[in-house]
Nanobody, 115 residues
């Protein structure tokens, strides 16, 4: 069974940067995507970015050119580098691994963008 643990959330000022990291345990398959989703207060969970290989990534329009996703297959990690953060990026960020159409989730880490 795959377990996911997120690190790196916190408070950051608008325009700042933050890097989230997710570490997985269990058996992962490189063909299955990993990614980050987020849920803001009163809103539904939404996709932020997913990655299968270094050249196969997908980003929400709202974070393109600001966020970057990285995956290390050996270390079983997926990182999300977030730059030029905006107050509307405030949310709980969840790590995800899609195991042959079954979603595995971490518990989430809170990111607050505020001055």
């Amino acid at each position: 069974q795959v377990q996911l643990v997120e690190f790196g959330g916190g408070l950051v000022q608008p325009g700042g940067s933050l890097r989230l990291s997710c570490r997985a345990s269990g058996t992962l398959y490189s063909i299955n995507p990993m990614g980050w989703y987020r849920q803001a207060p009163g809103k539904e969970r939404e996709l932020v970015a997913t990655i299968t290989t270094s050249t196969n990534t997908n980003y929400a329009d709202s974070v393109k050119d600001r966020f970057a996703i990285f995956r290390d297959y050996n270390r079983k990690t997926v990182d999300l580098q977030m730059n030029s953060l905006k107050p509307e990026d405030t949310a709980v960020y969840y790590c995800n691994y899609n195991h042959f159409d079954t979603d595995c989730w971490g518990e989430g880490t809170l990111v607050t963008v505020s001055s």
